[in-house]
């Protein structure tokens, strides 16, 4: 996907990783006189829609971000980044993700144990076999609004892993691994670019977003198994780490609309990696492209909203020799070029706004959904996600 970004040398990809972390901040050295970045420069296009509104009798008005409030003010809760804060306002969130994979797919088939065993090359005993694995993440999120074109975020991740395998000739013997902890801490900014509003074509706003994670998510877990050792414990593979191992870059663009009761919005956001982690390996870059629609049910109460979101991640880039050299028998998740995929998911959810009290806004939502196209190479298939989230704007 980025192969281009790929071809840099190790020291390159750092120095404008560095490079753009040092952008990233300084924003406050911003003195220009539009809050929005590209508000001046798109003013040909705002003359053209100037003058078509102007038709109708209405004034257009530009560099607004700003959204009365409404459940579908923000977007739907699996979503991050998707709205902006004006100066000085304050955003503390928390999230619950629950991903439910179960059985394995190879291409965009669902096939049996029997069938992902013969997938894995083995010289030895026969491959152990995945066959459901629960991904639970706690997200501690935070937004400050710096100045009218910069919102900085920050978001703390906490990981459970749980993966159940069969093992042995007859897959009689069962058994489940567990990993938890923090995962990679990530730091962010958003950058407003251009809003346009007018009653007849409603609101329109952009911006960029742009995040860097900082390597603190385990990529060593350990666990007991009984297929190696069963006084010892193993190095779990691939999909149990809790991070990456290595500094992530994550640019974005966001759009999102708004007219009387409606709302809608795109975003897409790619995940580069810089260089290699400590184990020798990175994971795959990737791209998510999403985008929604929400309708506000009930005014200034509640707001249901239908995703579709689309994740493109590659295989991971070299391996550790500590996971694929260990005694015993061979699993797929260990194998680092079969752990690229695609996914398209189809998402409902719904926002609720609570009164405002004493000056803070309360909102609770939950989005679920699930993967209605899947390409794998023998590896666990998603079966459903559900987001539980609180936020609170002070
Ligand atoms: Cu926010």
Redesign the pocket.
């Known amino acids: 996907m980025f192969d281009g970004f790929n071809s840099f040398p190790v020291g390159q990809k750092r120095i404008l990783g560095w490079m753009i972390i040092g952008i990233l901040m300084f924003p406050g050295m911003l003195g220009q006189a539009h809050a929005a970045l590209l508000e001046g420069v798109m003013s040909e296009w705002e003359e053209l829609i100037a003058g078509k509104v102007a038709e109708k009798g209405e004034k257009l008005v530009t560099g607004n971000f700003y959204t009365a409030e409404k459940p579908n003010a923000?977007g739907p809760i699996g979503m991050m980044g998707e709205?902006t804060?004006d100066k000085g306002e304050f955003?503390f969130s928390y999230r619950y993700m629950h991903m439910f994979m179960e059985g394995t797919r190879n291409g965009t088939n669902s096939i049996s144990n029997a069938q992902a065993r013969a997938l894995v090359p083995t010289p030895g005993p026969p491959a152990v076999v995945p066959t459901s694995m629960l991904m639970e993440m706690h997200m501690f999120g935070f937004?400050y609004g710096l100045n009218d074109t910069v919102t900085l975020t920050a978001m703390v991740p906490y990981l459970r892993n749980t993966m159940n395998h069969e093992a042995g000739a007859t897959f009689a013997t069962k058994f489940t691994t567990r990993s938890e902890g923090i995962g990679d801490i990530r730091f962010g900014s958003l950058w407003r670019l251009w809003a346009v509003e007018a009653p007849s074509i409603g609101a329109h706003r952009f911006h960029a977003n742009f995040a860097v994670s900082v390597p603190t998510g385990d990529t060593e877990p350990r666990d007991k198994t009984p297929v190696s050792n069963p006084f010892a414990t193993f190095r779990l593979p691939f999909p149990m780490h809790l991070g990456s191992g290595t500094y992530d870059l994550y640019p974005g663009f966001t759009y999102g609309g708004e007219k009387g009761r409606s709302s809608w919005g795109f975003q897409s956001i790619g995940t580069i990696r810089l260089g290699k982690n400590a184990q020798g390996f990175a994971r795959g870059d990737a791209i998510q492209v999403t985008a929604f629609g929400a309708y506000e049910i009930i005014k200034k109460w509640l707001s249901g909203s239908v995703r579709f979101d689309f994740n493109h991640w590659d295989d991971h880039r070299g391996t550790d020799p500590g996971i694929t050299g260990q005694a015993g028998p061979p699993v797929q998740t260990a194998i680092p070029t079969r752990l690229g995929g695609e996914r398209l998911d189809v998402l409902g959810g719904i926002n609720l706004l609570l009164p405002e009290f004493m000056g803070f806004e309360t909102r609770l939502a939950v989005e679920g959904g699930v993967p209605i196209y899947q390409w794998l190479q023998g590896q666990l298939e998603t079966d459903s996600i559900v987001t539980f989230g609180w936020?609170g704007?002070y």
């Open positions: 923000h709205h804060h955003m937004m936020q704007v």
